[in-house]
């Protein structure tokens, strides 16, 4: 039976809503103010709608990195994502094609230009709402500031 089947039956759909919500919980807790990372690259992740994600490879594997090619070539291709550096949890969002990877420049922490990849990936079933207004959201500083 599929993920999106199960989520049809009323007691499935509560138990992984009560997990989100106490995950959600959670993760406020323990993460809700952390300091954005010192000297991280600023890598432009989102899903752009409940279907596609874009994502920037990290910076010197462009497209013909054998770690692009690793990733391009795979024959099932899964996506997990997590809302910020700060965060250690990946949350699996689902399996996805690549419909491009475009090779680009992005300048590194040392003001150099280095390769990258842009790529975009379409989602074989599409993200639940509430997950992607989570993954959007802002993380807050301890004086209410987005990170």
């Known amino acids: 039976m599929s993920y999106i ?4 039956h009323s007691e499935f759909y509560k138990q992984m809503d009560d997990l989100i919500r106490v995950g959600l919980r959670r ?12 000297g991280k690259p600023d890598y432009a992740d989102a899903f752009t709608d ?18 692009m090619q690793d990733v ?14 700060a965060e250690t949890s990946f949350y699996y969002m689902g399996t996805c094609d690549i419909i491009s990877a475009v090779g ?10 280095k390769d990258i990849t842009k790529v975009t990936m379409k989602m074989h079933q599409p993200v639940r709402e509430d997950l992607l207004k989570y993954l959007e959201s802002n993380l807050l500083d ?6």
Request: glycine fraction near 10%; charged fraction near 40%.
């Open 104 to 113: 680009d420049k992005k300048m590194d922490n040392n003001g150099k230009m």
């Open 27 to 38: 993760y406020q807790d323990k993460f809700g103010k952390n300091q954005a990372a010192e």
């Open 5 to 8: 089947k199960r989520l049809q």
């Open 142 to 147: 301890e004086e209410g500031k987005a990170v």
């Open 72 to 85: 391009t070539g795979a024959k099932r291709k899964h996506l997990m994502v997590k809302k910020s550096d």
């Open 50 to 67: 409940s279907m596609i994600f874009r994502w920037d490879s990290q910076i010197g594997k462009g497209p013909e990195s054998s770690y």
